[in-house]
């Protein structure tokens, strides 16, 4: 069966790459967003320091209702993955992958028995508890996360089956496609999800009925590969250092203003929910902004959570609240 594909809403050509690439591979993600539309809208408007195009996305979004919307064309290409490899191996590896995301609000998070998404407590970010799925434990940072719809599932599986029969892709997926795998996936041509070359990631959601659809749909099989070894951080604090930390991090909040002492007392709070642990530096009395560094764990977790709990700006050394 074709898939129909909707070109309604296809980036410029300057915000992704246009030369062809020779594919091997397709890479699946989530958006953690509220639709195809608002995922294209964000990466359109996208920008570095400069204003040039940041050019990431993929060239495939999966809607809720199973819509395929094609963002570029398949044989071009965009930043994807963000990965820390060395450049040569990092830039082959994006090109060659195919990327479709699946629209989702990604992983949730549960406060008194209520679900949210966007890593945010708000009204207006709760989640029913039918519309999430269980892994049943921790998965990256989470349990909880956005269910795909049953549309999605098929569409994705449809169009991965199309997209391996075009280029000659083998159908084959990692089979723990659960784990990190990192370089170990250097050379792998076949389907994979964006968490098996990240460890900060979560997507695609650790959902069995996904890679079940790709199974049905387009004959994908899995197959054996060795998963590295996560990325060492910083050497590992023990209780002792933990506990100093949060004293002497405590003392620093508290010569904030109130109010921004508490967005970045949640906020160190949400990171050792994760096992990242910052070091805060002494702030201007009553002041709004405050240095940090990493002291162990993902320190590109703590953009993005500042992000989400509504921070003005941060940087790898500084974070700053929006005034009171």
Request: charged share 30%; hydrophobic share 40%.
């Amino acid at each position: 069966m074709t898939v129909h594909v909707d070109r309604s809403v296809r980036l410029p050509e300057g915000e992704y790459f246009a030369e062809r690439q020779r594919k091997t591979g397709i890479a699946l993600h989530h958006t953690v967003g509220r639709s195809a539309r608002s995922t294209v809208e964000h990466w359109r408007t996208d920008r570095a320091a400069g204003g040039a195009p940041r050019r990431v996305g993929t060239a495939y979004v999966v809607e809720r209702d199973g819509t395929v919307f094609e963002v570029f064309d398949p044989e071009a290409w965009a930043y994807q993955f963000g990965l820390t490899w060395p450049v040569a191996g990092r830039l082959a590896f994006e090109k060659r992958f195919i990327g479709i995301e699946i629209a989702s609000e990604g992983g949730l998070i549960e406060r008194d028995g209520i679900l949210y998404a966007f890593d945010t407590v708000s009204p207006r970010t709760m989640v029913a508890r039918a519309e999430a799925f269980d892994y049943g434990r921790a998965y990256r940072g989470y349990r909880w996360f956005d269910r795909y719809e049953p549309e999605q599932l098929e569409a994705v599986g449809r169009l991965v089956d199309e997209l391996c029969s075009r280029f000659e892709i083998p159908r084959q997926y990692p089979d723990r496609p659960f784990d990190y795998h990192g370089e170990a996936l250097a050379a792998f041509e076949g389907v994979i999800g964006h968490a098996m070359v990240r460890p900060d990631k979560s997507d695609p959601a650790p959902d069995r009925r996904l890679w079940d659809a790709l199974g049905d749909l387009a004959a994908l099989r899995p197959t054996a590969v060795t998963p590295s070894a996560p990325p060492r951080s910083s050497a590992s604090l023990n209780q002792r250092e933990i506990d100093e930390l949060f004293r002497e991090n405590a003392r620093r909040i508290n010569a904030m203003s109130t109010a921004a002492g508490s967005m970045v007392k949640a906020l160190v709070m949400e990171l050792e929910r994760r096992r990242v642990y910052v070091r805060l530096d002494d702030p201007e009395p009553r002041g709004h902004a405050i240095g940090y560094a990493v002291a162990q764990g993902d320190a590109n977790l703590v953009a993005r959570l500042a992000r989400a709990l509504g921070f003005l700006s941060v940087t790898d050394r500084m974070l700053e609240v929006r005034h009171a």
